[in-house]
């Protein structure tokens, strides 16, 4: 069975930071990228970022650049998200996600291109 569980989520105060995880099974890892997901209240789903498990190429939506960092231990099948500089606007639920490695290095495309979701893993920053 394909399963992505994420982890790490929780309260954090404006300015500090969290890791998140996403542990995968039931698939090869390298032959999918990763990509973080998340959805604020009322807001549509956003793509955070997205990492070729292959090579390691990575790529980040511009609005989280600079502050969240992506990763990969291909040995635990497991990506990682740090998040530093953390603000309210960060609050929300947080997705991973397997696709296609094509298509990470097109950030518009990565929600249309998901082949099995995580259930998510929640982050509130408070201010």
């Known amino acids: 069975e394909v399963q992505l569980v994420e982890s790490g989520g929780g309260l954090v105060q404006a300015g500090g930071s969290l890791r998140l995880s996403c542990a995968t099974s039931g698939f090869t890892f390298d032959d999918y990228a990763i990509g973080w997901f998340r959805q604020a209240p009322g807001k549509e789903l956003e793509g955070v970022s997205c990492i070729s498990s292959s090579d390691g190429s990575t790529y980040y939506a511009d609005s989280v650049k600079g502050r969240i960092t992506i990763s990969s231990d291909n040995a635990k099948n497991t990506v990682y998200l740090q998040m530093n500089s953390t603000n309210p606007e960060d609050t929300a639920v947080y997705y991973c996600?397997?696709?296609?490695?094509?298509?990470?290095?097109?950030?518009?495309?990565?929600?249309?291109?998901?082949?099995?979701w995580g259930q998510g893993t929640l982050v509130t920053v408070s201010s």
């Open positions: 996600a397997a696709l296609p490695p094509l298509y990470c290095s097109s950030p518009r495309t990565w929600s249309q291109q998901v082949k099995v």
